[in-house]
T-cell receptor, first 113, second 113 residues
Framework: ETGVTQSPTHLIKTRGQQVTLRCSSQ?????VSWYQQALGQGPQFIFQ???????GRGNFPPRFSGLQFPNYSSELNVNALELDDSALYLC????????????FGSGTQLSVL | AQSVSQHNHHVILSEAASLELGCNYS??????LFWYVQYPGQHLQLLLK??????LVKGIKGFEAEFIKSKFSFNLRKPSVQWSDTAEYFC???????????FGQGTTLQVKP
């Protein structure tokens, strides 16, 4: 167990809907990163939040947005869902923006129909 | 742009066979290198990492990897695989002092008992 929990574990949405995924980071970690893992692919960096502010973003459109709360938990929001958004969404927490010591959650499997 | 390439998408071995998974990255600066493993139904776990120093790094469960700077490679090896090594393996790189990990597309390893 990594101490990083994500909810829900599975989710089914239809095209055009909006979705919110949640992540609770490991105790003592102030940084949360989100990754999208499409079937048969490696995880792709969406963005990172450090002390409630976005600290780096990958090649994802603005309809992917996030929040980090004072307790360092985080949300990933996706608006206007598209079929290609179907993927496993991974949250990873770390201390002080370090990518060297990431602890991953088990992910949320999102299916867009 | 940075990228990571894993040469083998699907590898099938018998128990006790030796394993080598190839990984090449493209980036001219200073990087940290990682191998992650994802066992069926589990979260991503760090196998080993290279930051600096001895280019031959040892990780958990008997895995090792060698960083060859001139070849931009970081290949994963294990002298004798076990059935329990069946999993997906991801090579990743991050530019030092950034929070973003770039993953390869992954290699599925199937070990036959």
């Amino acid at each position: 167990e990594t101490g990083v929990t994500q909810s829900p574990t599975h989710l089914i949405k239809t095209r055009g809907q909006q979705v919110t995924l949640r992540c609770s980071s490991q105790s003592g970690h102030n940084t949360v990163s989100w990754y999208q893992q499409a079937l048969g692919q490696g995880p792709q960096f969406i963005f990172q939040y450090y002390r409630e502010e976005e600290n780096g973003r990958g090649n994802f459109p603005p309809r992917f947005s996030g929040l980090q709360f004072p307790n360092y938990s985080s949300e990933l929001n996706v608006n206007a869902l598209e079929l290609d958004d179907s993927a496993l969404y991974l949250c990873a927490s770390s201390r002080d923006r370090e990518a060297e010591k990431l602890f991953f959650g088990s992910g949320t499997q999102l299916s867009v129909l | 742009a940075q990228s990571v390439s894993q040469h083998n998408h699907h590898v099938i071995l018998s128990e006790a066979a030796s394993l080598e998974l190839g990984c090449n990255y493209s980036y001219g600066g200073t990087v940290n290198l990682f191998w992650y493993v994802q066992y069926p139904g589990q979260h991503l776990q760090l196998l080993l990492k290279y930051f600096s120093g001895d280019p031959l790094v040892k990780g958990i469960k008997g895995f090792e990897a060698e960083f060859i700077k001139s070849k931009f490679s970081f290949n994963l090896r294990k002298p004798s695989v076990q059935w329990s090594d069946t999993a997906e393996y991801f090579c990743a790189v991050n530019q030092r002092n950034t929070g973003k990990l770039i993953f390869g597309q992954g290699t599925t390893l199937q070990v036959k008992p």
